[in-house]
Structure formats: structure tokens, C-alpha cells
């Protein structure tokens, strides 16, 4: 059984920094692109970063392009993501995500992730003015 849980979210000042973790169970992890998608508060879920299989292409939405660094470490089966310079607007749910191609060869990225192979249940970021 497939399993990715997130965990490192919780409440941040505007400014302030904080990591994401997703431990990975179940999957050849170094064999699935990984990413995290965020849905914030009455709004869809949308992409926000990905990385590929061996850690050497990542990809990030222009909303936090310069200010999230996503990486992984294959042998911890483990996704990370380092937010910094924190803005209100980065208050979401935060949801790890994994699928066999990353964003230059697979098009389940685009939008809400619709079709990505596997989800984590997400943890909450909030970040306060």
C-alpha cells in the first residue's frame, strides 16, 4: 500500500521559513517524479513545485519561483520542500504528490494535478501577516 504523508506544517509569520517533508512507503520512490500541490483557502488546488526522478530537474510555479526549493533524498524516500520569504497568500494545504513522469514529459501537473498517480492527505501552512 502506497502511502506519502506530509508533516513540518504549521503556523509561520510573514517572512518567516519553514520545510515540508513527505515520507514516502509502498513505491519505488526513485522511480516516480515527485511534487507538492497547495490549495489555499476557497480556491483550487494548484501545482507549486516538482522535481524528477533523480533530484536533477525541478519546476516551480511562477508564485513562489526565487522563494520554494524542492529536493528529495532517495535513499530516506523522502520529498522535502524549503519555503522562504513567506507571504500571507502561501496559506494552504499543502499536499505531496507522485507520479511516474515530471512535469516535462507528463501534463497530469498542469492545473489542480487531476490524474497524478498518488496523494498524500496534505498538512496545513499558515502564514500570518
Known amino acids: 500500500q502506497v502511502q506519502l504523508v506530509e508533516s513540518g506544517g504549521g503556523l509561520v509569520q510573514a517572512g518567516g521559513s519553514m520545510t515540508l517533508s513527505c515520507a514516502a512507503s509502498?513505491?519505488?520512490?526513485?522511480?516516480?517524479?515527485m511534487g507538492w500541490f497547495r490549495q489555499a483557502p476557497g480556491k483550487e488546488r494548484d501545482f507549486a513545485a516538482a522535481?524528477?526522478?533523480?533530484?536533477?530537474?525541478?519546476y516551480y510555479a511562477d508564485s513562489v519561483k526565487g522563494r520554494f526549493t524542492i529536493s528529495r533524498d532517495n535513499a530516506k524516500n523522502t520529498l522535502y520542500l524549503q519555503m522562504n520569504s513567506l507571504k500571507p497568500e502561501d496559506t494552504a494545504v499543502y499536499y505531496c504528490?507522485?507520479?511516474?513522469?515530471?512535469?516535462?514529459?507528463?501534463?497530469?501537473?498542469?492545473?489542480?494535478?487531476?490524474?497524478?498517480?498518488?496523494w498524500g492527505r496534505g498538512t496545513q501552512v499558515t502564514v500570518s501577516s
Open positions: 504528490a507522485a507520479d511516474p513522469l515530471p512535469p516535462k514529459y507528463g501534463s497530469t501537473w498542469r492545473g489542480s494535478g487531476h490524474g497524478m498517480t498518488y
Open positions: 509502498g513505491l519505488t520512490f526513485s522511480n516516480y517524479a
Open positions: 522535481i524528477n526522478w533523480s533530484g536533477g530537474s525541478t
